[in-house]
């Protein structure tokens, strides 16, 4: 069985290097690392309540710990991730990925609101950019222009050996700028089928 990331990239999946391969693989994965997260001020009320709704991060931070936990079951990947602050206060951010048309990819963050994005290999550098959002209503997906909500997305990956990539997300309104940055470098590695178990979103 593939990935909804291998899905989504068809025979493009082949021209990823090793690290990125195991960070998207089928099976059970974890990336350990740390993230830079950053955002203006003013954003901080606005990202809690996205944070209610299972999006994003409320709080910046420098070389943050960060751990990502993934597996797929069935059609979806389920992401965890667990960023722990130096106070020691954990935030978590989960998702679940699927495919859809037009080999894009729909990151839900609850049960309703999802991102749709188009991901594409350039060299050996995986990059993603923001189709739309979406709201899904039972069979029906409900499309959310990007500038009615946070903005576009982009996203940028690279190898930087055979186990590291480095990672770049950024949201970026055409009136407001800037919303929301984070960036940082990971270890991928597979994991036995047993761990993490992932929380449903």
């Known amino acids: 069985m593939n990935s909804p990331m291998q899905i989504a990239l068809g025979n493009d999946w082949n021209k990823l290097p090793p690290a990125l391969r195991t960070h998207y693989r089928h ?4 990336d ?3 993230l830079d997260i950053a955002f203006p001020g003013w954003m901080r009320p606005w990202l809690r309540l996205l944070h209610r709704c299972g999006a994003l991060v409320p709080r910046a931070g420098q070389g943050v710990a960060t751990v990502v936990d993934k597996r797929v079951s069935g ?8 960023i722990r602050f130096p106070d020691g206060e954990t935030l978590h951010f989960d998702s679940i990925w699927e495919t859809a048309e037009n080999n894009t990819l729909i990151e839900y963050v ?4 999802g991102l749709q994005m188009q991901p594409y290999v350039v060299a050996d550098r995986l990059h993603y950019r923001g ?8 069979r029906w997906r409900l499309p959310i222009p990007e500038w009615l909500a946070l903005g576009h997305t982009t996203i940028v990956e690279q190898a930087l050996d055979e186990t590291r990539f480095a990672m770049d997300f950024r ?4 009136l407001f700028g800037e919303l929301f940055r984070y960036s ?3 270890e991928a590695q597979s994991l036995p089928a047993e761990t993490p178990k992932s929380h449903p979103v």
């Open 27 to 30: 099976g059970t994965t974890r």
């Open 32 to 34: 350990t690392g740390h």
């Open 75 to 82: 059609t979806r990947q389920y992401w965890q991730r667990q």
């Open 110 to 113: 609850n049960p309703v609101l």
């Open 131 to 138: 189709v739309r959002f979406v709201a899904r209503l039972g």
């Open 171 to 174: 949201l970026k309104h055409p």
């Open 184 to 186: 940082g470098e990971f």
